[in-house]
């Protein structure tokens, strides 16, 4: 694997890593408890874990055709800079349209521990295959940017992370 993927995929391990093993101290009660309506720890976590699920296949899919793919360049890395200011702000926003429709409600820790790991093994997969002169190619879909390329990809699946910490925190120490 390319050795910035590799940075990039390692820290998204150790942040789910981290993540998990906190949340498996939390009771049940705790683990699908819910603020004023919001979401609980469960529905966010299965959120980060969905929405990377459905990102990579989408990669999937588009890798297959990735030698017609353009590059990125200046105006992707200036849509990042938003992207990731806008998930550094406390602002809220939807989840894309259908998104929620398929989260699972009612996921156990332990499950969701299971399917995230198989999914970033899935990841880690993925990025293996990637080739250096692939690394630029547009083949991640973001919902309110657009097109960008595999590391501005794992860029934003840590910065969607960083977003919902605070959410997670509060929860964790409301309990």
């Given at each position: 694997?390319?050795?910035?993927?590799?940075?990039l995929?390692?820290?998204?391990?150790?942040?789910?890593?981290s993540?998990?093993?906190?949340?498996?101290?939390?009771t049940?009660?705790q683990?699908?408890?819910?603020?004023?309506?919001?979401?609980?720890?469960?529905?966010?976590?299965?959120?980060?874990?969905?929405?990377?699920?459905l990102?990579?296949?989408?990669?999937?899919?588009?890798?297959q055709?990735?030698?017609?793919?353009?590059?990125?360049?200046?105006?992707?890395?200036?849509?990042?800079i938003?992207?990731k200011?806008?998930?550094?702000?406390?602002?809220?926003?939807?989840a894309?349209?259908?998104?929620?429709?398929?989260?699972?409600?009612?996921?156990?820790?332990?499950?969701?521990?299971?399917?995230?790991?198989?999914?970033?093994?899935?990841l880690?997969?993925?990025?293996?295959?990637?080739q250096?002169?692939?690394?630029?190619?547009k083949?991640?879909?973001?919902?309110?940017?657009?097109?960008?390329?595999?590391?501005?990809?794992?860029?934003?699946?840590?910065?969607?992370?960083?977003?919902?910490?605070?959410?997670?925190?509060?929860?964790?120490?409301n309990?």
């Amino acid at each position: 694997m390319n050795s910035r993927l590799a940075q990039l995929f390692n820290r998204l391990e150790e942040d789910r890593n981290s993540l998990v093993e906190q949340v498996e101290k939390l009771t049940l009660e705790q683990y699908h408890q819910s603020l004023n309506g919001k979401w609980s720890i469960q529905q966010i976590l299965s959120h980060l874990m969905i929405s990377e699920r459905l990102s990579l296949q989408y990669m999937t899919k588009k890798v297959q055709g990735i030698d017609h793919a353009g590059n990125t360049g200046l105006k992707e890395e200036l849509k990042m800079i938003g992207l990731k200011l806008s998930q550094r702000l406390p602002f809220k926003f939807k989840a894309p349209k259908g998104l929620n429709e398929i989260t699972p409600a009612n996921l156990s820790v332990q499950h969701l521990k299971s399917q995230w790991a198989q999914d970033r093994q899935h990841l880690k997969k993925f990025l293996e295959q990637i080739q250096e002169d692939q690394l630029k190619k547009k083949i991640y879909r973001h919902v309110r940017v657009g097109l960008l390329n595999v590391q501005q990809a794992l860029i934003f699946f840590r910065e969607h992370y960083i977003h919902h910490l605070p959410q997670i925190k509060k929860l964790m120490t409301n309990n």
